[in-house]
C-alpha cells in the first residue's frame, strides 16, 4: 500500500503517542481544528491482522503483541467487520 506525506497534524499525533505499542485513550488537539468540536481525539493502537473474506466482506482483529499470556485468552482482543451491503 502506497503511503502520502504526513501532514503537520499527523506528525503531532504520532509524536505523541512514540512510546505507544498498544492502547486506546484521548490526545488534545489544538485549539483551531474544526474537526474535533471539544477540542479531544481518541485514539486506538494496535497492531491489526487483515482478513480478506471476499471483494465485499473484510475483517480486522487487533492481536495482543504478548501473545495473549499474561491473562491465558485465546483469539484476538478486538475485531472490527465490514460488509458491503447493496
Do not use: C, W
Not at 39 to 50: C, D, K, S, V
Request: a negative charge; zero cysteines; charged letters at 25%.
Amino acid at each position: 500500500m502506497r503511503r502520502r506525506q504526513m501532514g503537520d497534524e499527523e506528525l503531532q499525533v504520532m509524536q505523541h503517542l512514540r512510546g505507544v505499542s498498544m492502547g486506546a485513550g484521548v490526545l488534545p488537539t489544538a485549539s483551531d481544528h474544526k474537526d474535533y468540536s471539544d477540542g479531544e481525539m481518541t485514539y486506538m493502537r494496535a497492531r491489526f491482522e487483515r482478513v480478506i473474506g471476499s471483494k465485499d466482506s473484510e475483517a480486522y482483529y487487533m492481536i495482543n503483541p504478548d501473545n495473549n499470556i499474561n491473562n491465558g485468552a485465546q483469539g484476538p482482543e478486538f475485531s472490527i467487520f465490514f460488509v458491503r451491503a447493496q
